[in-house]
């Protein structure tokens, strides 16, 4: 069993800052990647940041220079720092853990979202 709890999330004005963490417990061996993703309502998933193993981190276009994706010491946790927010901003954030199982495949893992609202 992997659980994934995620905070952080509210309502912020245009311009304003907010901070969501992400911890992933349980059977969790092999950490391959964890991030954030996000969905709007009438809209697909959409990656918003990961990390790797390695470490190299990945951010879509939108989010570049305003959000930053760091990696807690036990690289269980990671943390999304969000600057300048935007109200396209707004939506659900989910976090996603990828493990490398047994087998050397790697199963994905979901948190329950939390709501980033961003209106004045």
């Known amino acids: 069993q992997v659980q994934l709890v995620e905070s952080g999330g509210g309502l912020v004005q245009p311009g304003g800052s907010l901070r969501l963490s992400c911890a992933a417990s349980?059977?969790?061996?092999?950490?391959?990647?964890m991030g954030w993703y996000r969905q709007a309502p009438g809209k697909q998933r959409e990656l918003v940041a990961d990390i790797i193993r390695s470490g190299s981190i990945t951010y879509d276009d939108s989010v570049k220079g305003r959000f930053t994706l760091s990696r807690g010491s036990a690289k269980n946790t990671v943390y999304l720092q969000m600057n300048s927010l935007k109200p396209e901003d707004t939506a659900v954030y989910y976090c996603k853990v990828d493990l490398i199982n047994d087998s050397g495949y790697v199963d994905d893992y979901w948190g329950q979202g939390t709501q980033v609202t961003v209106s004045s």
């Open positions: 349980g059977s969790i061996f092999s950490i391959y990647a």
